[in-house]
């Protein structure tokens, strides 16, 4: 089995989020999907991070990516004023992307699991106009309930015997990151994700204006379409990531300091 990489973080409420520009996590998710190791990737949010604080089984899942981004823009303004001055946001959407972009110069297909299959129907027409080159391996709705230990490996295989590369996944958190954590060094993939970026990029959901995303109001931008939905999910995660993440502040012994662990990292880039 491939040893974990050396991938600079800094803790956010005690959970190492990698601290890497965009392209710098995009260049390292690439290379590992060339190289087919098996890697889980969590794309972190305020939401994300208040389950880990609270459960501790996904506390555990959490600290044992490979890799977690910093999507929402709390996380990305925790990091600067903690040093990690020059760090963007590497958001769900962005991921998709970008990586479907270079997928299909590299060779690299890729493979989605969960959602429902009207969206995933929509999410192939869009990407086969804006990537008419990328190899979908597959598209594989999963059903609500659990999958029986048959079907379960019946997919790994599915996934295995593709050839894919990524591996996109859409079952909401936690579970979707409990799931990848299920199946680290058993599909020899890099699993990532995407909870809600499914149905957005189908076009079933609006995403926020670019100023909207930057002033960090993209959650509120989400909680107009959805109001029933979110409304539950945010009053209780977003009031006490702020007093938490204030604390960290203000005990923080690197608050402002410079963050140079950036230079340690040894990454390559893919041409």
């Known amino acids: 089995m491939v040893g974990r990489a050396f991938l600079p973080t800094q803790k956010v409420l005690e959970f190492p989020i990698t601290a890497l520009r965009f392209e710098e996590q995009i260049q390292t998710i690439l290379r590992w999907a060339i190289a087919h190791e098996s890697k889980t990737v969590c794309v972190a949010n305020v939401h994300m991070l208040m389950e880990a604080y609270w459960n501790p089984e996904f506390a555990c899942v959490l600290r044992g990516a490979d890799l977690v981004t ?3 823009m709390p996380l990305v303004w925790m990091m600067r004023l903690l ?3 020059y760090q963007d946001r590497v958001a769900g959407m962005d991921i998709l992307s970008a990586l ?13 699991v969960g959602s429902q299959t009207e969206i995933l129907s929509h999410m192939r027409t869009k990407l086969e ?3 008419p080159r990328l190899k979908i391996a597959a598209m594989e709705p999963l059903p609500f309930r659990p999958l029986t230990a048959t079907e379960d490996e019946a997919l790994s295989q ?5 050839g894919a590369g990524i591996v996109f996944v859409s079952l909401g ?12 060094g058993k599909i020899q993939a890099v699993m990532i994700g995407l909870g809600g970026v499914f149905p957005v990029y189908a076009g079933i959901h609006k995403r926020a204006p670019r100023l909207v995303r ?3 109001f993209e959650w509120l931008y989400r909680w107009v379409q959805e109001p029933r939905r979110l409304w539950d999910r945010y009053t209780k995660t977003i009031p006490p990531f702020i007093w938490l993440a204030f604390k960290q502040l203000l005990t923080s012994s690197s608050f402002s300091t410079p963050f140079h662990i950036r230079e340690r990292y040894l990454g390559w880039r893919v041409e």
Request: net charge negative; aromatic share 10%; with cysteine.
């Open 70 to 72: 910093p999507d929402g």
């Open 100 to 112: 479907c972009e270079l997928a299909q110069t590299l060779d690299v297909s890729v493979f989605f």
């Open 129 to 131: 106009q804006e990537f």
């Open 214 to 216: 930057d002033l960090g």
């Open 83 to 85: 040093g990690a001055r």
């Open 158 to 162: 599915k996934i295995n015997s593709s």
């Open 173 to 184: 958190c936690p579970k979707q990151e409990k799931w990848m954590a299920q199946h680290h």
